[in-house]
Structure formats: structure tokens, C-alpha cells
């Protein structure tokens, strides 16, 4: 938190001077511990005490660096930045029939029915859906929103209460767009973005800020290229934080193509691109070989990439080097590959790929 440059005094100090003022004021050497102007001078003091500590909350909140909460939420929303808030995954479930047999006539699925994944995470079908043959696909949305409701192809789901001739266990297709609420220090450097940048009806500042505040999307990084496609016509691209990609999906970057065609300038057509992923696949020695110190070295190398990502850029043989000694429980490595710094092109960024080990 920002230093605020002042200092809620102490309830000690304080009994300590109101004590003193009393003394004084009444020409007295000394007051006994009992008596009414010990009692006055805690009272005082506590009071004060209350008074500064609410003071010191409002040094902390009359400016975005330090503000917290609601209180943080009020400095954007008077500038227009809003938080972005969480939201629920969305994808399929499959559903089929019992075991040797097709669904009987006018077997409906009903909106609202809900499945649950291992861990206690809840889904609701999210419309009626008739079911025919031996299996039925149905739209499904986590029941709470937040990036928890995402999963994989082919996660089970469980039918909380038993619909008649389905059988008890679905199977999702991927189960995408949940993400959590803005992260508050994530928020207060939107908000301080924007009182840093002036808008210019179109700038290269006014993209980044735009596809910042896409709904529903985590971004960490922008890029903006101008007339990259042509006149007035910007390419941009990005990538994503909360998750072990990086990487943009299809549908986050349809996302924000959305958001900031409703605010680009007229005449203007940026267009909004997943970068190239170019996974790299070291091949490492290390001593101790052990799995604890391999799962250490993985992590490091996320990090790195991710630190390090940007597009047409170059992976340094000594920052990856560097990475993989700041693992914990590493002794000494070697590096067998790559053998030289790869410099990438033009729209591609460097990702984690498989580590081969010996």
C-alpha cells in the first residue's frame, strides 16, 4: 500500500499527553492512579484513538494508490472504469440414455437441472432440451460464477437429481469463459492508467486501455502495431494471465474484437489477433535429479515465459539458464537445448513446451 506520510499516533502516547495536558492545566505534579483525572485522560485518549483511526482510514482511501474496496471502486466508477466482474463458464454436456436403450418419446432435459464435478463445482442446464436416439447434447453454465467452473473435454458430471431413463453421469465438451472477479491491484492500475493517459481520440494508449477492460477476458499484456494492416487499420494482440496458457483462446479474442469495435473511432479498423504460440522444449540436466526439483524447474519456466513474452522477441540461452537456476533445490544444471537463442518472428511468442530431462 502507498505510504500515506502520517501516522495514527499510539493510544498510549496519547493517555500519556491528555494526561499531561490535564497536569498542566491544573498546576498538579502528579495524579493518582485512580483518580477522576486518570479516568478523564483514558477516556479522552480513547475517543482521539477512535477519531485518528478513522482519519487514517480516509488518507488511505481519498486517492486510488492506497484506496481500498468499495472505496476503490468509487474512484473508477467516477472516471468511467468499472471492475470487471466474474463470470460463469459456459459450454455442453452430453447425456445418454440407460444402458441399451434409446430415450423414451418426449424425454426433455429440463432447464435448470443440475450436474456436479468432482470437487462440489455445480452446472445447470441452461435450456429444455428434447432428447432423442441414445445421447442428447445440451447447453450448460457453472451455476456460480468464476474461473473454478472451467474444464476440460470429457470431465464427468453427476446428475444431482435422476431424470427418468438418463443416465446418472454426463460428459461435458469443454466448459470455457469463467473467469473471477478483478483482482483489486489488477483494477487500481486500470484506474491509475487511465489518470496517466490522455485520450486522444484513438491513440495507441486508447487500445491497450480498451482491450484492458475487455468483460470477461484476464489481461496482463497489449500490444498495439500501427498500420500494421494498412492505413488506420492496427493490429493488436495480447495475452492472459489467471490460467497455465497464456496464450488467447479463439473466443477471448472474439471478445475483445467485440468490445473495441464499440469503441474504435470511425474510419478506424483494428483488428484483433491470437498471437503464434512457439513452444520451446529444453532438454536439461540436473543434479539433484529429483521430482520435487523437476516440478520447481517447470514452474520457474512458466514464469519465465511468461515474464518474458512478447511477440517477435528473442529467448536468451542465459535468461532461460538463469531461470532454471532459480529453482528451488537446484545444485548446477546444463542446458543441451537449446543450443542458441531463438529469435522469433513477427507475431509469435515464445510458450513452455515439454522438458525433456537428461
Not at 441399451?100 to 432447464?111: D, K, N, Q, R, W
Not at 484492458?212 to 493490429?235: F, Q
Request: net charge negative.
Amino acid at each position: 500500500m502507498a505510504d500515506i506520510g502520517w501516522v495514527r499516533p499510539p493510544l498510549p502516547d496519547l493517555v500519556a499527553q491528555i494526561r499531561t495536558d490535564l497536569l498542566t492545566s491544573l498546576s498538579l505534579d502528579e495524579v493518582l492512579r485512580r483518580s477522576d483525572l486518570e479516568v478523564q485522560a483514558r477516556v479522552q485518549a480513547a475517543a482521539l484513538h477512535t477519531l485518528y483511526g478513522f482519519v487514517e482510514h480516509l488518507a488511505h482511501q481519498i486517492l486510488p494508490c492506497s484506496a481500498t474496496g468499495e472505496w476503490l471502486e468509487r474512484h473508477g466508477a467516477w472516471r468511467g472504469v468499472m471492475r470487471k466482474p466474474a463470470r460463469e463458464a459456459t459450454g455442453s454436456a452430453e447425456f445418454r440414455a440407460s444402458p441399451g436403450s434409446a430415450f423414451l418419446p418426449h424425454t426433455v432435459i429440463p432447464e435448470g437441472t443440475r450436474l456436479q464435478k468432482a470437487g462440489g463445482i455445480d452446472y445447470v442446464v441452461a435450456g429444455d432440451t428434447v432428447a432423442e436416439g441414445a445421447s442428447v447434447v445440451v447447453p450448460i453454465r457453472a451455476a456460480n460464477a468464476g474461473q473454478h467452473g472451467n474444464a476440460e473435454p470429457g470431465t464427468f458430471l453427476s446428475l444431482v437429481n435422476p431424470v427418468a431413463g438418463v443416465q446418472p453421469v454426463a460428459v461435458s465438451g469443454e466448459l470455457s469463459g469463467g473467469v473471477d472477479r478483478e483482482d483489486q491491484e489488477a483494477y487500481r492500475n486500470r484506474i491509475m492508467q487511465y489518470d496517466r493517459m490522455t485520450a486522444c481520440g484513438g491513440n495507441l494508449d486508447d487500445y491497450r486501455k480498451w482491450v484492458m477492460e475487455t468483460p470477461g477476458v484476464r489481461i496482463s499484456k497489449v500490444w498495439v502495431y500501427r498500420h500494421s494492416l494498412g492505413t488506420d487499420a492496427h493490429g493488436i494482440t495480447f495475452i492472459v494471465s489467471g490460467r497455465a496458457g497464456f496464450i488467447p483462446t479463439d473466443a477471448e479474442v472474439g471478445l475483445v474484437q467485440k468490445h473495441i469495435d464499440q469503441f474504435r473511432p470511425a474510419g478506424a479498423d483494428p483488428h484483433i489477433f491470437r498471437p503464434v504460440e512457439m513452444p520451446v522444449n529444453p532438454r536439461i540436466a540436473i543434479s539433484p535429479d529429483k521430482p520435487e526439483t523437476r516440478h520447481a524447474i517447470e514452474q520457474e519456466l512458466q514464469d519465465f515465459f511468461f515474464r518474458e513474452a512478447k511477440p517477435g522477441g528473442t529467448v536468451r540461452l542465459s535468461r532461460l539458464s538463469e531461470a532454471i537456476s532459480a529453482a528451488a533445490g537446484e545444485v548446477w544444471h546444463t542446458l543441451h537445448a537449446p543450443e542458441r537463442s531463438l529469435a522469433l518472428e513477427a507475431g509469435q511468442i515464445a510458450t513452455p513446451g515439454t522438458i525433456l530431462w537428461g
